[in-house]
């Protein structure tokens, strides 16, 4: 179109482990979608497919996009590929004089990533993989206190007991560089509440490194992780060392990449508490996990423009079944999420996964005749349909007449047919001695199964009502198995959206740029403390939040950003007075002046507590303020959800493709086949029918229907 070319946008990408997806908008709202198979090896050439995809639907090319293009950001899978694949850097560890062995010290939790079946059987517990080995670990005699709440301890909170022996961090980092290793990581007990010891031995490291005209990176815990718990801390500061590094490489490469394609600023990714920032971001191991974040924030733009309301968010691609929560327009975020079988101390926005998706590998135990799904997964080979040599739930889609085998990826992606159909007859049906279109519906069955016991699992256990919440399912495979959740609970409302195969790069061009930091702090809220109490108690958070207000200032003028563009948002982690757990609650101000502000912080955690659990499981016997963070935001361009004219409740004959055959509930029945995109708001189509997209399809069973709102958000309703 010839306006296109003089258009203003925003690109944002979303490279899962099937497709990379952009989710491209102009000026005044209007986007497209691209999506390209991501190339695992150099995501840079994805990357550039999946724009030029998006940009031909503008007439345009991706240099055009990019010479217009006012932000790019991009979220990937490296980082936690290279963890998964323990292709890490080498790194080297400076640690407190006799902590040497707390990398390897598990607390237990060897049964982190197992299923609830899998947890009480002990030989299917495996130790994790060290991100350090042992001869790369340097001890420096220091020890710092970090208080006590014991009557008559004699250190207070920060003090130096040990002074740090500097001879201890030269010898150390000297010998870690005659080593080779890649990244350096110091971490010492009582830094966060003093940093001075890790500080002052980060400062002798990079010396070091530089007069040896070396590039080594060098991390301190305090930089990255500054939070109590040694051990989750070390955990952190050891992903930051030992996946930073060579993902940054790829995210360069990247940037490179839309440079070369005439953009002219830097490129953006996503954190993994929904933050957009720069991917120079000093603490990238915050980015480690970002797609399913993406569709968390997609969920809460959907949620404000539904009025606010409740959402479970669930996104199936082609690996994993990704479900959060978003309640009152707040996402969750996780403190000490487990993620990849670590538990970390960065926060995230709290997403449950499951193996669990249409590149599953489906495989018949010929005895039992037990079908297991995964937990391999094709990916962006799909299945025995294209390029991967075992039976996938994509290959029964396809089977099944749900998937059309010449418009996947809108017909530039050819898959057979006739190839999923032999290989599900001699590896599934045979073994089972069943039909196979009979055996693959169980199969499907399984699956469902699955991912509604994910969804009962998140409800149940915050005594959560589901018929209180709306389910939005987007991801490219979500729309095709919606309808198998529906059967199996019943929720106010189920909906997708037209964009659901992008919805979770929709999320990223929907995110705030802001950057978190976080500071532990001890603030003890007692019933009936006097106010001058309470107003001592807060001169410790006005501290810390001045503190971190200073930082943030540093690192975003670093990335030219001036201190007029700067906001703050404030927040606390509070819980109960005995409790183990903490829950984050945002809160108006960064300051304690009265009484009256600390009521405030007690009011607002008390608010989040009621979110999220009921009522009878307040335990009101004081509250503690474990830590504070704050979140410096900078305004950027944001898409909008525009609101349409509703039309006439039958579609357009311009949008029916006819009829084709599909397999449910034991037979062959002709469904009516749709183009998404022809359908207008106000619109309602009838099951059975197949609605289709280039990058997604809509299966609409029998006794279902579907009919578009306002917005184009896609309800599934029963008739």
């Not at 130790?127 to 790369?136: A, Y």
């Not at 924030?297 to 968010?313: I, M, P, T, Y």
């Not at 499951?354 to 037990?370: D, F, N, S």
């Not at 950027?636 to 009829?659: I, N, V």
Request: net charge negative.
């Amino acid at each position: 179109m010839a306006t296109s070319r003089k258009r203003r946008c925003i690109i944002a990408l979303d490279a899962g482990g099937t497709m990379t997806d952009t989710f491209l908008v102009g000026e005044h709202g209007e986007f497209v979608l691209g999506k390209a198979l991501t190339n695992h090896t150099t995501e840079a050439l994805s990357y550039g497919s999946s724009v030029e995809d998006a940009a031909s639907y503008w007439d345009m090319t991706g240099r055009e996009v990019h010479e217009k293009a006012i932000s790019s950001v991009y979220t990937g899978t490296t980082m936690l590929n290279i963890l998964l694949t323990q292709s890490g850097s080498k790194v080297g560890l400076l640690i407190t004089r006799g902590m040497r062995d707390l990398p390897y010290v598990e607390r237990g939790l060897t049964w982190l990533g197992l299923t609830y079946e899998e947890i009480p059987r002990q030989m299917l517990h495996e130790h994790t993989p060290p991100l350090v080995h042992p001869k790369l670990i340097r001890e420096v005699t220091e020890r710092t206190s970090v208080g006590s709440y014991y009557m008559g301890h004699h250190y207070m909170p920060g003090q130096v007991i040990f002074p740090m022996r500097e001879d201890d961090g030269v010898r150390g980092v000297n010998e870690l560089l005659d080593q080779g290793v890649e990244y350096i990581g110091i971490l010492f007990l009582g830094s966060y509440v003093n940093p001075s010891h890790e500080l002052r031995a980060a400062k002798i490291a990079r010396d070091i490194v530089a007069g040896r005209g070396l590039e080594t990176p060098v991390a301190a815990s305090c930089e990255v992780c500054p939070l109590a718990r040694e051990s989750q801390r070390l955990k952190t500061l050891l992903i930051q060392c030992y996946v930073t590094k060579v993902g940054s490489e790829q995210l360069f490469e990247v940037e490179q990449r839309a440079k070369g394609y005439g953009y002219r600023w830097d490129l953006l990714t996503l954190l993994s508490y929904g933050a957009v920032a720069n991917i120079r971001h000093p603490r990238l191991v915050e980015a480690i996990v970002s797609g399913p974040t993406g569709g968390m924030l997609g969920g809460q733009a959907v949620a404000k423009a539904l009025g606010n309301a409740n959402l479970v968010c669930a996104d199936l691609g082609g690996t994993s079944w990704d479900v959060g929560l978003v309640i009152d327009n707040m996402l969750p975020v996780n403190k000490d999420p487990n993620f990849a079988n670590h538990r970390l101390r960065i926060p995230m926005v709290d997403i449950n996964s499951i193996g669990a998706g249409t590149g599953t590998a489906i495989r018949v135990e010929p005895k039992t005749k037990r079908i297991t799904l995964g937990p391999d997964s094709a990916g962006s080979r799909i299945g025995t349909c294209y390029d991967y040599p075992e039976i996938t739930v994509g290959d029964i889609d396809l089977v099944l007449g749900y998937l059309n085998p010449d418009y996947f990826l809108g017909g530039k992606v050819k898959v057979s047919r006739e190839r999923a159909l032999e290989a599900l007859t001699e590896r599934l049906a045979r073994p089972m001695g069943q039909d196979v279109f009979e055996a693959s519906e169980k199969v499907l069955d399984l699956l469902h199964s699955d991912m509604t016991d994910c969804i009962n699992s998140i409800l149940s256990s915050r005594g959560l009502n589901p018929l209180e919440f709306n389910l939005i399912v987007y991801g490219g495979s979500g729309p095709m198995h919606m309808w198998g959740v529906d059967r199996r609970v019943k929720f106010g409302g189920i909906l997708t959206v037209p964009w659901a195969a992008a919805f979770s790069a929709f999320g990223v061009a929907s995110a705030d740029y802001f950057h978190r930091y976080d500071k532990a702090v001890t603030c003890l809220i007692a019933p009936g403390m006097p106010d001058e109490h309470k107003v001592f108690m807060g001169m410790g958070l006005n501290q810390a939040w001045e503190e971190l207000e200073n930082r943030a200032y540093q690192e975003m003028e670093a990335e030219g950003i001036p201190r007029d563009r700067v906001s703050f948002r404030y927040g606390v982690a509070a819980s109960y007075i005995g409790q183990l757990h903490t829950w984050e609650s945002a809160i108006p101000s960064g300051r304690v002046n009265t009484a009256a502000d600390v009521d405030n912080i007690v009011a607002a955690f008390e608010k989040t507590y009621a979110t999220i659990y009921p009522a009878a499981a307040r335990f009101p016997n004081g509250h503690q303020v474990a830590e504070v963070y704050l979140e410096a935001v900078v305004p950027r361009t944001k898409p909008e959800l525009a609101s349409y004219p509703l039309k006439g409740r039958t579609p357009s004959k311009k949008a029916f493709k006819g009829d084709r055959k599909a397999y449910m509930d034991g037979r062959w029945m002709p469904f009516q086949t749709w183009e998404m995109d022809l359908l207008e708001p106000g619109n309602r189509v009838e099951g059975p029918a197949v609605i289709e997209h280039p990058m997604t399809t809509l299966v609409v069973p029998p006794r279902n229907y579907v009919e578009l709102d306002e917005h184009k958000f896609v309800w599934f309703r029963e008739k």
